[in-house]
Every structure is written in C-alpha cells, then in structure tokens.
C-alpha cells in the first residue's frame, strides 16, 4: 500500500469533494494514481450509497434559471458546504434546474429525466456522486412560476456563481408594459422578498384557519391586561394590523426605500409605466430551512487525517 502525501489528498478532495479520509485511503488503494482513486471512489461509494441517504443533508445550493414569462427554482442538498463550492456538483445543480424550466415538469418527473450528454438519469447521476464524493445528496424542491402577460424576475443571494446561491427568489408580474422598466422593477421587489420572507402576497392570500390562530393568540395575551372586552378588541385589530404589515408583501416596508410600502413601489412603477402592474405570485427558497443541520468540525477532521 503506497504512502501518499497530504497534497495529493487536498488534489483528489478538491476533485471529487469526498472527505479526507476516504481520499487518502483510496490513494493508497491506488497507488497514488488520481485517476484510479475517483473510481475506486466511485466502486465503494456504491455499496454504500443506500446507507447515506439516512444522513442529514442541509448544505448545497439553491438554483435558478429564468427565461421571459418563466421561471425554474430547484433545491439540491449536500452535507457540507465543502460540497456545494464543488464544480462538478455546481454544474450539476445548473443542468437539473435548466431541465426543470426546459421540462416543466415534477420533481417526480425531473429526477427520472437524463441530462444531456451524461449518458444518464438526474436520480443515477446524484447517485453516483453520492458514491464519489461520500456524502448524502438530495434533490429536495422544485417549483416553476409562470405568466401569460408580464414576466418572471430572480434574485439569488450568497450567490457562488450566477444563478446558484443559498437563497433563491422567483416573482411573476403580470403587465403589459415595457420590459425593461417591470423587469427592475422585479429585481427589487425579488431582493424584499429574499430579505424579508413574507408569507403571502397579501391579507387575502392568507389562510382563514391561519388568521383565526393568530386572533386566538392574541386574544388570549390582551386578556390578561384587565381591560374591557371592546378595548380588547381595539386592541386585538391593532395587533392584526401590524401582523399583516409583517408577514403580507404588499403591506411591508419596503427594503429599497423603507419609507414607503411595497405595494406603494408598486403603484409608482405603474404610473410610470402608464399601466397596471400585478404581483401574481411569489416563491422563495432558503437552502436547508426547516432542516436539521449538521454540525461540522473542520479542524479536528484535519487533526485526524494527520494523525494516520
């Protein structure tokens, strides 16, 4: 079994993006030959794969691709970030969200399709780099927004390259006006909505049963203040009111100019425009929400690698 130094290590890991431990073993399988290393990789990750996908994934990337009056999201997961800032998992991400717009299809249906020029699957290409690199991979969401008249506009933050970063925002606006001028429009208002998160477009779009918990909720903190049941009630549209401001796009403050409303941003563009313009839907994706996350020790992974 060859001894191998930790700069070929560090070349095969920023390769394949496999862990330390399993590049300097597979090295010494290998006799050092790179080539020979990311296939025996490849052979041993196989027969594990089964067994990572049990393992939290809640790093990768969230990806988009839009064209005109389309728009494509996709949330791809890896462990690690280590994983995500990997070239060959990037473009991976690139080709299955370019496939979603192309297809526009479920993620049932998208992890079935082959990806031009590989030769295979989405679902036998995440496989297999669950078997090179050694960590659990998931295609996790995917959603499409589209309009008949208007356009889809895209915001990504913590963007790694274009159209892939942590947090990903596609907005459909329906106008007839010029192109340009919605377009900037819905950059900016995609930029609020990666900041601030809201829940629904606007009071009407939120669920009754949602609106009743929380005036059940707040009912039963004004209780407790001794006041009359018509104060509370004041007291209750008030706290509503402001609950409206923060989670319904249209009635936050908005990012860009916090001394107004979004829907007051909105209004001036359309008189700009000479048209009306109309938010008809929204998604935004943050890598990992509502994951558990893995807790990483970079330092003591190295330590152990040195120690072998």
Not at 153 to 178: C, D, P, T, W
Not at 179 to 194: F, P, T, V, Y
Request: proline share 1%; charged share 30%.
């Amino acid at each position: 079994m060859a001894k191998v130094g930790a700069s070929l290590v560090k070349e095969l890991r920023e390769a394949t993006g496999a862990g330390m431990m399993d590049c300097k073993k597979a090295l010494e399988e290998t006799d050092g030959d790179i080539e020979a290393a990311i296939d025996w990789l490849r052979k041993e990750g196989l027969s594990s794969a089964a067994k990572k996908s049990t393992r939290a994934a809640s790093e990768g990337l969230v990806g988009i691709k839009v064209v005109d009056n389309c728009g494509a999201i996709v949330e791809i997961n890896s462990e690690t970030d280590f994983v995500a800032r990997n070239e060959e998992f990037q473009s991976f991400v690139e080709s299955v969200t370019e496939l979603s717009l192309e297809k526009q299809c479920t993620i049932e249906e998208l992890v079935k399709l082959e990806i031009p020029g590989a030769g295979e699957t989405i679902g036998e290409t995440l496989t297999n780099m669950i078997a090179t690199i050694g960590e659990n991979m998931n295609l996790r969401r995917s959603k499409l927004l589209r309009v008949e008249s208007g356009l889809v506009s895209s915001y990504i933050h913590n963007s790694l390259r274009q159209g892939l970063g942590k947090i990903g925002v596609l907005v459909s606006i329906e106008s007839a006006g010029e192109k340009a001028l919605i377009g900037e429009l819905g950059k900016q208002i995609a930029m609020h909505i990666a900041a601030s998160n809201p829940l629904a477009i606007s009071r009407d779009n939120l669920d009754d049963s949602f609106i009743e918990r929380e005036k059940t909720i707040l009912r039963e903190q004004a209780k407790d203040t001794g006041k009359s049941p018509e104060i509370v009630e004041k007291m209750i549209e008030g706290r509503l009111r402001k609950f409206y401001e923060e989670v319904c796009l249209l009635e936050q403050n908005f990012v860009i100019d916090p001394d107004i409303k979004v829907n007051d941003a909105i209004s001036s563009y359309a008189e700009k425009a000479g048209v009306e313009i109309n938010i008809s839907d929204f998604v935004r994706f943050e890598l990992g929400e509502g994951l558990d996350k893995k807790e990483d020790n970079f330092a003591k992974e190295v330590a152990a690698a040195a120690e072998t």
